[in-house]
C-alpha cells in the first residue's frame, strides 16, 4: 500500500474518526485506525464496537491496500508535521512509512484482519433524512439522556420515525426533553429507535447541515451514511418507557418569563443551594415570582422578578440545576412555563417560537418539605 | 503539634453489665458479656479475670464456658450501653469540639489548639482531668493514649491500659520527639491495619516487631510484600499516620443479626425471620435520618461457616420493603449455595446517605431489578405511618404479618440483637 496525501486531508480525516478511538481498550487493535485505499483516496475507520466512524479524503494513491495504524501516533505526528505532501506506505502487514518533507517516521501497525467489521447495515432501503434536521433533534434533546448505569434504557435517546414527523425524546426520570420536526419527503413506515447520545454527537458533530444522510438499519445497528462519511452505532433494546403517559395535559397555571433575567436569578440562587439536591423555591403569584432559598448550615437567599402569570398563587420546588439545563437550550428569549399543582409535572416551553419545530421540556418538581 | 487522644473505656460491656446489675453481674469477678449460658450467642466482652483462663471476645460463650466453667453469663445490655456511649462523649464534647467516635467505647479528639484553653498544661495533664471528669459523671473507666497522631494515640492507649501497665494510672502520652522511642517496643501484630495474614507473613521473613522491620529498606519489603503494602509498613512502623480527626457521630453501617436458639432449616421460616431484621434495621435507619444503597445478608450455617452477600442498589432506601426485599432475594441467592440448617442470619445496610435524596420526584417508577421491585414512594408512607404508631403505641403495637412467634401486644416477645 502506498499513497500520497496532503496534511490538511490527512488531519481532516483524523479529526473525524479519532473521536471513535477508545482512550483505554482491552481489545489492541481498537486503539488503532483502519486506513484502505480506495478509488478516489483512502477511508479511515475507528471504533469502540458501540461507535463505528468511517471517512474518506482525498489522496493519490500509488498501490492499493490497507493496515490499522496507531491511531493517538499517527495525530500526534499529523499535528506536528511541517507543511508539505505526506507519503504513506506499508511493507507487509505491520511495518508503516511516513514521509513529510524531510522528516520520516516508521510505525507498527496490526494487520487489517484484526480490526472488527462494521456492522452489516443494507443502505440500499435507506431513508433519506435531512441532517440539519437530525442535528436540530439531537442538540435539543439528547442532554436530557440519563448517565446512571441503573437503568440502561434511560442512557438512550429515543427516535421515533413518523411518516408525518419525526421526534426525539430523552429523559433521565427527573427531566426529559421532547422535539418533533415535520418530515417533507414521505419516509419508510414507522419505527421508534434507541441511540445512545454519543453516536448522535458524532452525528451532529459530522455531517454538515445541509447534507442529506441516508439512514439504515441492521439487526442490532443503525448506520448513517453520507456520500464520504459513514456512522455506524448499537442500538439499545427497548421498550422505552410510556413517557407520553407522564407529560401532562391538564396543567392549568402559566406563567411567560424572560429566559436571560430567569437565568440570572437561578444562578444567584443556586449559589446558596444545597450542593446535594440544588433545591429553590418559586413562588408564583400574580405579576410577581419569588425565588427563595434556605440551605442548613450555609444560608439563604431570596430574589424576585416580575412575571406574567396566570392561576392560583403556588409555590413550587425545582433542581435549579435541571431548570437551568433546561434554558440553555431553549431557543426563544422568553419561555413559558406551565403547572398544576406543586407535586405535579411542570412543562417548559418556547414562547413565540416561529419554527415548524415543537419542543417541549418536562421537569419533576422536589418535594418541599419545611 | 498535632495533640491527639484516644479514649478507650476499659472493659466497657462489662462495666455497663455490672452498673445495671450491681447484685448479680456486679458482685461477679468472673464476668462474661455476650449471652446466657446454653444460648448459641457470642462472648462480647469479658472480665480481666476471665481473660486469665483464655476468655476472648468473638468466642462462642459454650467454648467461654469449657474454659472457665464458673463464670457468670448475661447478655449485652444494648440500651445501657449506648446510653453509656452517648454519656462518656458528651463529657468528652466538653473538652474538644473534635470528638471521632472510632467505636462505640472508643474516642479520637483533637486537642490540637486548646492550648492557651488549658493554660498550656502538659497533654498528660488534661487526659487525666478528662479521664477524671469521665469517672465522676458516668463512673466507668477510660484508658487514655495521646501522641502526635491517630495511630501513635491508639498505641498509647493500649500502653496506658490497667492490664498493661498499672502504674500508668490510666494515661499514656507519647511526647513529641520520643516517637522512634516509642515505636521501637512495638510489635507488628499491635498496629491496627496488621492482621492475622500479614503478620503471617511478615513471620515469614522474620518480621514480628517493629524494631525488626525498621533494620529493613524500603526495597527488600517491596520484594517480601509488594510496593503497595511496603510503602504503608514502611510509615506505619515509624508511627507516621496521615488521617484527620474527624467529628462524626454518625454510625457507617446498621446491622441487625440474630443467633436462633434451634438451627433453622426450613426456608420460608428462615426468611421470615430476615424480614423481621430486615424491617428492625430499617426502623434504626429511619430513626437516624438516613437511607441506605447498600444492602448485606449475613448467613452462618451450622458448621459455623459464615457466608455473605450484598448488592448496592440504584437508588437509596429506607422503607422496610425496600431493605426487606433486596435481603430476601440475597438470602435465596446464599441459600442455593449453601444449604445447611442456618444458625444465624443477619442483614446490614451501608452506603448511608440522608434521606432528602428522595425529595427529587419521578416520572417512571423503576422497573424491577433482578426481580425486586424498588422501593415505592407508598412503602416510604407506610413505613413512616408505622413509625409513627410506635412511636406513640410501642414496638408491638403494629406489626407486618404473618405473626411471627409471639401473638401481638403479649410480651416476651424475643428481641433480636442489634449490632
Given at each position: 500500500?502506498?499513497?500520497?496525501?496532503?496534511?490538511?486531508?490527512?488531519?481532516?480525516?483524523?479529526?473525524?474518526?479519532?473521536?471513535?478511538?477508545?482512550?483505554?481498550?482491552?481489545?489492541?487493535?481498537?486503539?488503532?485506525?483502519?486506513?484502505?485505499?480506495?478509488?478516489?483516496?483512502?477511508?479511515?475507520?475507528?471504533?469502540?464496537?458501540?461507535?463505528?466512524?468511517?471517512?474518506?479524503?482525498?489522496?493519490?494513491?500509488?498501490?492499493?491496500?490497507?493496515?490499522?495504524?496507531?491511531?493517538?501516533?499517527?495525530?500526534?505526528?499529523?499535528?506536528?508535521?511541517?507543511?508539505?505532501?505526506?507519503?504513506?506506505?506499508?511493507?507487509?502487514?505491520?511495518?508503516?512509512?511516513?514521509?513529510?518533507?524531510?522528516?520520516?517516521?516508521?510505525?507498527?501497525?496490526?494487520?487489517?484482519?484484526?480490526?472488527?467489521?462494521?456492522?452489516?447495515?443494507?443502505?440500499?432501503?435507506?431513508?433519506?433524512?435531512?441532517?440539519?434536521?437530525?442535528?436540530?433533534?439531537?442538540?435539543?434533546?439528547?442532554?436530557a439522556?440519563?448517565?446512571?448505569?441503573?437503568?440502561?434504557?434511560?442512557?438512550?435517546?429515543?427516535?421515533?420515525?413518523?411518516?408525518?414527523?419525526?421526534?426525539?425524546?430523552?429523559t433521565n426520570?427527573h427531566r426529559l426533553a421532547?422535539?418533533?420536526?415535520?418530515?417533507?419527503?414521505?419516509?419508510?413506515?414507522?419505527?421508534?429507535?434507541?441511540?445512545?447520545?454519543?453516536?448522535?454527537?458524532?452525528?451532529?458533530?459530522?455531517?454538515?447541515?445541509?447534507?442529506?444522510?441516508?439512514?439504515?438499519?441492521?439487526?442490532?445497528?443503525?448506520?448513517?451514511?453520507?456520500?464520504?462519511?459513514?456512522?455506524?452505532?448499537?442500538?439499545?433494546?427497548?421498550?422505552?418507557?410510556?413517557?407520553?403517559?407522564v407529560?401532562p395535559?391538564?396543567?392549568?397555571?402559566?406563567?411567560?418569563?424572560?429566559?436571560?433575567?430567569?437565568?440570572?436569578?437561578?444562578?444567584?440562587?443556586?449559589?446558596?443551594?444545597?450542593?446535594?439536591?440544588?433545591?429553590?423555591?418559586l413562588?408564583?403569584?400574580?405579576?410577581?415570582?419569588?425565588?427563595?432559598?434556605?440551605?442548613?448550615?450555609?444560608?439563604?437567599?431570596?430574589?424576585?422578578?416580575?412575571?406574567?402569570?396566570?392561576?392560583?398563587?403556588?409555590?413550587i420546588g425545582f433542581n435549579a440545576a435541571y431548570l437551568l439545563e433546561i434554558l440553555?437550550?431553549?431557543?426563544?428569549?422568553?419561555?413559558?412555563l406551565t403547572f398544576?399543582?406543586?407535586?405535579r409535572a411542570a412543562t417548559i416551553?418556547?414562547?413565540?417560537?416561529?419554527?415548524?419545530?415543537?419542543?417541549l421540556c418536562l421537569l419533576m418538581p422536589l418535594?418541599?418539605?419545611? | 503539634?498535632?495533640?491527639?487522644?484516644?479514649?478507650?473505656?476499659?472493659?466497657?460491656?462489662?462495666?455497663?453489665?455490672?452498673?445495671?446489675?450491681?447484685?448479680?453481674?456486679?458482685?461477679?469477678?468472673?464476668?462474661?458479656?455476650?449471652?446466657?449460658?446454653?444460648?448459641?450467642?457470642?462472648?462480647?466482652?469479658?472480665?480481666?479475670?476471665?481473660?486469665?483462663?483464655?476468655?476472648?471476645?468473638?468466642?462462642?460463650?459454650?467454648?467461654?464456658?469449657?474454659?472457665?466453667?464458673?463464670?457468670?453469663?448475661?447478655?449485652?445490655?444494648?440500651?445501657?450501653?449506648?446510653?453509656?456511649?452517648?454519656?462518656?462523649?458528651?463529657?468528652?464534647?466538653?473538652?474538644?469540639?473534635?470528638?471521632?467516635?472510632?467505636?462505640?467505647?472508643?474516642?479520637?479528639?483533637?486537642?490540637?489548639?486548646?492550648?492557651?484553653?488549658?493554660?498550656?498544661?502538659?497533654?498528660?495533664?488534661?487526659?487525666?482531668?478528662?479521664?477524671?471528669?469521665?469517672?465522676?459523671?458516668?463512673?466507668?473507666?477510660?484508658?487514655?493514649?495521646?501522641?502526635?497522631?491517630?495511630?501513635?494515640?491508639?498505641?498509647?492507649?493500649?500502653?496506658?491500659?490497667?492490664?498493661?501497665?498499672?502504674?500508668?494510672?490510666?494515661?499514656?502520652?507519647?511526647?513529641?520527639?520520643?516517637?522512634?522511642?516509642?515505636?521501637?517496643?512495638?510489635?507488628?501484630?499491635?498496629?491496627?491495619?496488621?492482621?492475622?495474614?500479614?503478620?503471617?507473613?511478615?513471620?515469614?521473613?522474620?518480621?514480628?516487631?517493629?524494631?525488626?522491620?525498621?533494620?529493613?529498606?524500603?526495597?527488600?519489603?517491596?520484594?517480601?510484600?509488594?510496593?503497595?503494602?511496603?510503602?504503608?509498613?514502611?510509615?506505619?512502623?515509624?508511627?507516621?499516620?496521615?488521617?484527620?480527626?474527624?467529628?462524626?457521630?454518625?454510625?457507617?453501617?446498621?446491622?441487625?443479626?440474630?443467633?436462633?436458639?434451634?438451627?433453622?432449616?426450613?426456608?420460608?421460616?428462615?426468611?421470615?425471620?430476615?424480614?423481621?431484621?430486615?424491617?428492625?434495621?430499617?426502623?434504626?435507619?429511619?430513626?437516624?435520618?438516613?437511607?441506605?444503597?447498600?444492602?448485606?445478608?449475613?448467613?452462618?450455617?451450622?458448621?459455623?461457616?459464615?457466608?455473605?452477600?450484598?448488592?448496592?442498589?440504584?437508588?437509596?432506601?429506607?422503607?422496610?420493603?425496600?431493605?426487606?426485599?433486596?435481603?430476601?432475594?440475597?438470602?435465596?441467592?446464599?441459600?442455593?449455595?449453601?444449604?445447611?440448617?442456618?444458625?444465624?442470619?443477619?442483614?446490614?445496610?451501608?452506603?448511608?446517605?440522608?434521606?432528602?435524596?428522595?425529595?427529587q420526584l419521578?416520572m417512571?417508577?423503576?422497573?424491577?431489578?433482578?426481580?425486586?421491585?424498588?422501593?415505592?414512594?407508598?412503602?416510604?408512607?407506610?413505613?413512616?405511618?408505622?413509625?409513627?404508631?410506635?412511636?406513640?403505641?410501642?414496638?408491638?403495637?403494629?406489626?407486618?404479618?404473618?405473626?411471627?412467634?409471639?401473638?401481638?401486644?403479649?410480651?416476651?416477645?424475643?428481641?433480636?440483637?442489634?449490632?
Amino acid at each position: 500500500m502506498r499513497f500520497t496525501i496532503s496534511r490538511e486531508k490527512l488531519q481532516e480525516g483524523l479529526a473525524a474518526v479519532a473521536s471513535a478511538v477508545p482512550s483505554k481498550t482491552t481489545l489492541p487493535v481498537l486503539a488503532n485506525l483502519l486506513v484502505q485505499t480506495t478509488e478516489k483516496g483512502i477511508r479511515i475507520s475507528g471504533t469502540d464496537l458501540d461507535i463505528a466512524v468511517s471517512t474518506e479524503v482525498i489522496a493519490d494513491v500509488e498501490a492499493a491496500g490497507a493496515i490499522t495504524i496507531p491511531a493517538r501516533k499517527l495525530s500526534e505526528i499529523a499535528r506536528e508535521l511541517p507543511p508539505a505532501p505526506v507519503k504513506i506506505s506499508a511493507a507487509g502487514d505491520q511495518r508503516i512509512t511516513l514521509e513529510c518533507g524531510r522528516s520520516k517516521f516508521k510505525l507498527l501497525g496490526l494487520p487489517k484482519s484484526e480490526f472488527p467489521s462494521f456492522p452489516a447495515v443494507k443502505f440500499e432501503k435507506a431513508l433519506r433524512i435531512p441532517s440539519g434536521d437530525l442535528q436540530k433533534l439531537i442538540s435539543h434533546t439528547a442532554f436530557a439522556a440519563s448517565t446512571e448505569e441503573s437503568r440502561p434504557i434511560l442512557n438512550g435517546v429515543l427516535w421515533e420515525l413518523r411518516p408525518e414527523h419525526m421526534r426525539m425524546v430523552a429523559t433521565n426520570g427527573h427531566r426529559l426533553a421532547k422535539m418533533d420536526v415535520p418530515v417533507k419527503t414521505a419516509s419508510g413506515p414507522s419505527s421508534d429507535l434507541i441511540i445512545p447520545p454519543k453516536a448522535l454527537e458524532q452525528i451532529r458533530r459530522l455531517f454538515p447541515a445541509e447534507e442529506e444522510l441516508e439512514v439504515a438499519q441492521g439487526e442490532n445497528h443503525l448506520g448513517f451514511r453520507s456520500p464520504f462519511t459513514a456512522v455506524y452505532t448499537r442500538l439499545i433494546e427497548g421498550p422505552y418507557p410510556s413517557y407520553d403517559q407522564v407529560i401532562p395535559r391538564d396543567n392549568d397555571k402559566y406563567a411567560i418569563i424572560d429566559k436571560v433575567a430567569l437565568t440570572g436569578a437561578l444562578k444567584r440562587m443556586s449559589v446558596v443551594a444545597s450542593d446535594q439536591t440544588h433545591r429553590i423555591r418559586l413562588s408564583f403569584n400574580s405579576g410577581m415570582l419569588k425565588f427563595s432559598v434556605s440551605t442548613p448550615d450555609l444560608g439563604e437567599a431570596q430574589d424576585e422578578l416580575p412575571v406574567r402569570y396566570n392561576g392560583d398563587p403556588l409555590d413550587i420546588g425545582f433542581n435549579a440545576a435541571y431548570l437551568l439545563e433546561i434554558l440553555r437550550y431553549l431557543p426563544t428569549e422568553e419561555i413559558r412555563l406551565t403547572f398544576k399543582a406543586p407535586e405535579r409535572a411542570a412543562t417548559i416551553e418556547p414562547e413565540g417560537w416561529s419554527d415548524s419545530a415543537k419542543y417541549l421540556c418536562l421537569l419533576m418538581p422536589l418535594r418541599l418539605v419545611d | 503539634m498535632p495533640r491527639i487522644l484516644l479514649a478507650d473505656a476499659d472493659a466497657f460491656f462489662v462495666a455497663v453489665a455490672r452498673s445495671v446489675d450491681p447484685e448479680g453481674a456486679g458482685k461477679s469477678a468472673l464476668l462474661i458479656v455476650g449471652g446466657r449460658p446454653g444460648s448459641r450467642g457470642v462472648v462480647c466482652s469479658a472480665s480481666y479475670e476471665t481473660r486469665a483462663f483464655g476468655v476472648r471476645s468473638a468466642m462462642s460463650i459454650a467454648q467461654a464456658l469449657r474454659l472457665c466453667p464458673d463464670a457468670m453469663c448475661v447478655p449485652v445490655p444494648r440500651q445501657a450501653c449506648s446510653d453509656a456511649s452517648r454519656a462518656i462523649r458528651r463529657v468528652l464534647e466538653r473538652f474538644t469540639p473534635v470528638v471521632e467516635g472510632a467505636s462505640i467505647d472508643e474516642w479520637y479528639l483533637d486537642l490540637g489548639g486548646t492550648e492557651a484553653l488549658y493554660h498550656h498544661e502538659s497533654l498528660d495533664v488534661t487526659a487525666r482531668k478528662i479521664r477524671e471528669a469521665v469517672k465522676t459523671e458516668t463512673g466507668l473507666s477510660l484508658s487514655i493514649g495521646g501522641g502526635s497522631n491517630k495511630l501513635i494515640a491508639k498505641l498509647a492507649a493500649e500502653r496506658a491500659k490497667p492490664s498493661r501497665s498499672p502504674a500508668a494510672g490510666g494515661v499514656w502520652i507519647v511526647d513529641e520527639g520520643s516517637e522512634p522511642a516509642f515505636m521501637n517496643d512495638v510489635t507488628l501484630a499491635e498496629i491496627p491495619g496488621i492482621g492475622p495474614k500479614l503478620q503471617e507473613r511478615l513471620r515469614g521473613v522474620g518480621l514480628v516487631t517493629v524494631r525488626e522491620t525498621l533494620a529493613h529498606e524500603m526495597p527488600t519489603l517491596e520484594r517480601w510484600v509488594g510496593p503497595k503494602t511496603a510503602a504503608w509498613l514502611h510509615g506505619r512502623v515509624r508511627g507516621m499516620s496521615a488521617t484527620a480527626v474527624e467529628y462524626r457521630d454518625r454510625s457507617r453501617q446498621i446491622s441487625r443479626e440474630e443467633t436462633f436458639g434451634k438451627d433453622i432449616a426450613d426456608a420460608s421460616k428462615l426468611v421470615s425471620e430476615l424480614r423481621y431484621l430486615a424491617a428492625k434495621a430499617a426502623g434504626d435507619l429511619r430513626a437516624a435520618g438516613l437511607a441506605a444503597r447498600t444492602i448485606t445478608v449475613k448467613l452462618r450455617t451450622n458448621d459455623f461457616e459464615t457466608h455473605s452477600a450484598g448488592r448496592t442498589l440504584p437508588d437509596p432506601v429506607e422503607s422496610d420493603r425496600g431493605v426487606a426485599e433486596p435481603a430476601v432475594a440475597l438470602l435465596e441467592k446464599l441459600r442455593a449455595k449453601h444449604r445447611a440448617p442456618a444458625r444465624l442470619v443477619g442483614v446490614s445496610l451501608s452506603n448511608l446517605t440522608s434521606y432528602r435524596v428522595t425529595e427529587q420526584l419521578t416520572m417512571f417508577e423503576a422497573p424491577a431489578v433482578e426481580g425486586v421491585v424498588p422501593e415505592r414512594e407508598r412503602d416510604r408512607d407506610l413505613s413512616r405511618a408505622v413509625d409513627r404508631v410506635r412511636e406513640k403505641f410501642g414496638d408491638d403495637a403494629i406489626r407486618t404479618g404473618p405473626p411471627r412467634r409471639v401473638p401481638i401486644g403479649e410480651k416476651g416477645a424475643k428481641k433480636p440483637r442489634s449490632s
